[in-house]
């Protein structure tokens, strides 16, 4: 077993040039396990199945799956080394349909293969893109936290749901960010987690890394939020998230809309943190964000464990909506924003698709 750890944080994805070692998030907190990746195949699958999860991870693990797949490519000729590039490109696009950073990743390797005179060269660009999208993620990530940071104050409450953690990122996580670094401030955050049903990320993922860290943090149900808001003077509520369209709608973690609307009846500040890579202004709304929906059995059972009778009718969507009017500020790596201010990201990202 590989254990790459630093200080509160825990790397998630590692590239090794023949394979990835990969903490598998799924067995988390019972078992800290690295599994070996070798082909495109096995990303896809890790992807698909939530071995690795997290919408920055997600997009790190596609771009080191690219770089996995080139370095395996034995002839040397160019143009079809970028015709079959295309095709691995979505295969792993086609691993899960929300977090955008997935698709986001992989354009930004394919982009770095065109530019190449030679198999040999693109095989260099796509691995060093793959590595630059995780230092780079690290570093975006630190700043949210330090804008994440502005917000709060020593001794306050503040609620999550699902894993904006480490694991979820390169490092520090989005929403878990500024947690990290008021820690380091020597502040003491008191973190209550949503359990996130039906997976348990809240629960599995934010509380293990949170108590790594030595951070404060009460588990709770997710019809526990409301009451725990109200009782428990939570000051804000923060969240990751897997897409943000051009009007400030978020897509995350399926109940994270319901969280919105408590908080709004209750007065209390809703922040959303996200990279930039995050912001998808190509989609207009939310409306036009794919949703994903998974397997009955992850609502019908627990484990192995049936919790409702045979044959009971499921849904499943692992991502709702939350309406921009709900959010009242977007945290990135650019600075605090208002939903309905956007347009200097929508610059930003300009820019960034022009180069
Ligand atoms: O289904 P998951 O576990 O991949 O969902 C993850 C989330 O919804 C996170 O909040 C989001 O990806 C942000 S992670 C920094």
């Known amino acids: 077993m590989i254990v790459a750890e630093q200080k509160n944080s825990i790397i998630s994805v590692i590239y090794n040039k023949d394979h990835i070692s990969l903490l598998d998030q799924r067995l988390l907190p019972q078992k800290m396990e690295y599994v070996r990746l070798s082909t495109i195949n096995d990303v896809w699958h890790a992807i698909h199945q939530l071995q690795v999860r997290g919408a920055p991870a997600i997009g790190i693990a596609a771009a080191f799956g690219l770089a996995l797949w080139a370095n395996h490519w034995q002839s040397s000729d160019l143009p079809s080394f970028l015709k079959a590039l295309h095709r691995a490109k979505s295969q792993l696009a086609s691993s ?8 986001w990743a992989l354009a930004r390797v394919v982009d770095q293969a065109k530019r190449a005179s030679s198999v040999r060269e693109a095989k260099i660009l796509i691995e060093k893109e793959a590595l630059e999208i995780q230092a780079e993620d690290e570093e975006i990530c630190r700043r949210i936290g330090e804008h994440g940071l502005t917000l709060f104050s020593d001794e306050q409450n503040i609620m999550t749901i699902c894993n904006a953690g480490s694991i979820a990122t390169a490092r520090y ?183």
């Not at 899960?96 to 698709?103: D, G, I, K």
């Not at 588990?219 to 939020?225: G, S, W």
């Not at 996200?274 to 929906?293: C, K, M």
């Open 173 to 355: 996580g989005t929403a878990l960010a500024p947690f990290y670094l008021a820690k380091e401030a020597g502040w003491n955050l008191h973190i209550y987690a949503c359990e996130t049903r039906p997976l348990l990320q809240g629960a599995r993922l934010t509380t293990w890394e949170l108590q790594q860290a030595d951070i404060d943090v009460t588990l709770i149900t997710d019809n526990m939020a409301a009451h725990t808001m109200r009782t428990k003077n939570i000051d804000a509520v923060i969240v990751g998230c897997d897409r943000v369209a051009k009007n400030g709608d978020v897509a995350n973690k399926i109940g994270t809309f319901g969280l919105a609307l408590q908080a709004k009846s209750l007065h209390i500040p809703f922040y959303v943190a996200a990279p930039l890579s995050t912001f998808d202004f190509q989609t207009l709304t939310g409306e036009e964000i794919p949703i994903e929906e998974r397997a009955d059995e992850e609502v019908s059972h627990i484990g192995q464990i049936a919790t409702a009778p045979a044959n009971t009718k499921v849904f499943n969507p692992a991502f709702d909506i939350t309406p921009a009017s709900y959010i009242t500020a977007f945290i990135t790596e650019h600075g605090i924003f208002a939903p309905d201010n956007l347009e200097k990201l929508i610059e930003l990202k300009t820019k960034e698709r022009s180069t």
């Open 96 to 103: 899960r349909p929300t977090a955008v950073n997935l698709f």
